[in-house]
């Protein structure tokens, strides 16, 4: 039912999925340009975009608790609006999680499954349904952990995980990312993966101090052996 709902909702609401997605691409312009300081640009974006998911969800009879959800998030991400606690800064993101975030979020501009006979990056229904605004939410959110603001990323991981099962359930598996990024949070927010990665860099630093250690030791000993046989050549000469 919540799947023939969102179909409905996506194609009555073309113009405004477009709209998002230029809107995604000035937010994506403005965080490459300005690197710092973005927290309250995005977290716009995201209020903005699930008010107006609220708004088409509610036109629908059999998705007005989907439009519940989306209402709460827009709610939550106004508060962040007004007290920022989220610091985007990916430098210390560890490249793989950073490299598969990247791909999620990718994934849910181009969301397929809604975009019927239109390519699915014009048409895949952000800030109209859930799924694909939830999945690049998570995307940002997993790839800036653990200096998030874990309300707004428990919700989004939570609903993201209803919306998932129930898309994979009525869909098909095309609902399968959202789940992953769902369920990667998890260990995200409770800590478990930040100390993983934290240990994997230490033992990583670790092996590579090794390493720099050595070949120090290697250019002093070389060098050594150089001023040494300097010397017995200048003694050779002198006798």
């Known amino acids: 039912m919540w799947q023939e709902a969102q179909h409905a909702v996506a194609e009555s609401f073309l113009l405004l999925a477009v709209g998002h997605h230029l809107a995604i691409a000035v937010v994506a312009v403005l965080l490459w340009i300005r690197r710092r300081s973005t927290e309250r640009t995005i977290a716009v974006y995201f209020a903005l975009a699930f008010a107006t998911a609220t708004v088409a969800l509610a036109s629908h009879p059999s998705a007005r608790v989907m439009s519940a959800f989306a209402a709460g998030l827009s709610v939550l991400w106004c508060l962040e ?23 999620l979020g990718l994934f849910a501009v181009l969301y397929p499954g809604y975009s019927g006979e239109l390519p699915s990056f014009v048409f895949s229904p952000l ?100 001023s040494s046989i300097r010397k017995l050549d200048i003694r050779k000469r002198r006798k």
Request: charged letters at 15%; hydrophobic letters at 50%; proline letters at 7%.
């Open 81 to 103: 609006i007004a007290h920022p606690r989220n610091v985007l800064s990916f430098n210390r993101t560890p490249r793989p999680r950073l490299a598969l975030m990247g791909a």
């Open 127 to 226: 800030g109209v349904i859930l799924p694909p605004t939830l999945l690049l939410a998570l995307a940002l959110m997993n790839a800036a952990s653990p200096s998030t603001n874990r309300p707004v990323h428990w919700t989004l991981a939570t609903i993201g995980l209803v919306m998932g099962a129930n898309g994979v359930f009525q869909g098909g598996w095309v609902h399968a990312p959202l789940i992953a990024a769902s369920l990667y949070a998890v260990p995200l927010l409770l800590g478990r993966a930040k100390l993983l990665e934290d240990r994997g860099s230490i033992d990583a630093t670790s092996v590579r101090a090794v390493h720099d250690r050595m070949h120090e030791r290697r250019v002093l000993l070389s060098r050594s052996r150089r």
